[in-house]
């Protein structure tokens, strides 16, 4: 029973991420994408059961708050300015509040709300540095921006394998978890994430 109500969990986040994904046009399929990369991750460096399953949930939602961002900014053609850049930013935050209202998700919500905050704490929206950046969301940060990084979007075009790995690579350790990156190395290397 125990086991069928995880499950269930699960397929309702599934179906928010779903909803989360219609709203913003360019995006497609990528909070699949970004839990995706986030388990293979989360696998390679340990982690395990319930563990890996909320790493998995932080993933999939970790967009929800996009829901309070407005169609003109979520789906602009161009560069943002700065108000609307902020606005945007401010999905972090909403979504963390959104996801803090049900109890069982406080993990979760810690994770979505530190998923743009940089390994050298330039990130958004608290300037946490290092390992005070929970470990989903250091996870979810590199699962994110490499998807975001090899696939179309509004105000970029994918870039090609040789771009990607020498972007992640110089952002190792400014940007990015350097463990997390040398699993992403891993997991590249053994075929488990390909490049495009």
């Avoid at 309070?68 to 789906?75: A, S």
């Avoid at 161009?78 to 993990?107: C, F, T, V, Y």
């Avoid at 992640?168 to 891993?186: E, K, L, S, W, Y």
């Amino acid at each position: 029973l125990w086991g069928k109500l995880q499950e269930a969990q699960v397929g309702t986040i599934r179906a928010l991420a779903t909803a989360i994904e219609a709203r913003d046009s360019y995006t497609g399929s990528h909070v699949t994408h970004v839990a995706h990369y986030a388990l293979v991750l989360g696998q390679q460096m340990g982690l395990e059961g319930d563990d890996l399953r909320w790493l998995e949930v932080a993933a999939l939602v970790h967009d929800v708050g996009k829901i309070g961002i407005p169609d003109g900014v979520l789906n602009k053609v161009g560069k943002l300015d700065d108000s609307e850049w902020r606005l945007l930013q401010s999905h972090a935050a909403l979504g963390a509040e959104i996801l803090s209202r049900a109890p069982e998700m406080q993990a979760t919500a810690k994770a979505v709300r530190s998923h743009h905050e940089r390994w050298d704490g330039h990130g958004y929206p608290d300037g946490l540095d290092g390992e005070n950046i929970p470990l989903h969301a250091r996870i979810i940060t590199l699962a994110d921006s490499f998807d975001a990084m090899t696939r179309d979007r509004s105000y970029q075009r994918a870039r090609n394998a040789t771009d990607v790995q020498n972007d992640i690579d110089h952002n190792r350790g400014r940007q990015f978890d350097p463990h997390v990156v040398d699993a992403f190395r891993h997991c590249v290397g053994d075929g488990r994430i390909r490049m495009p």
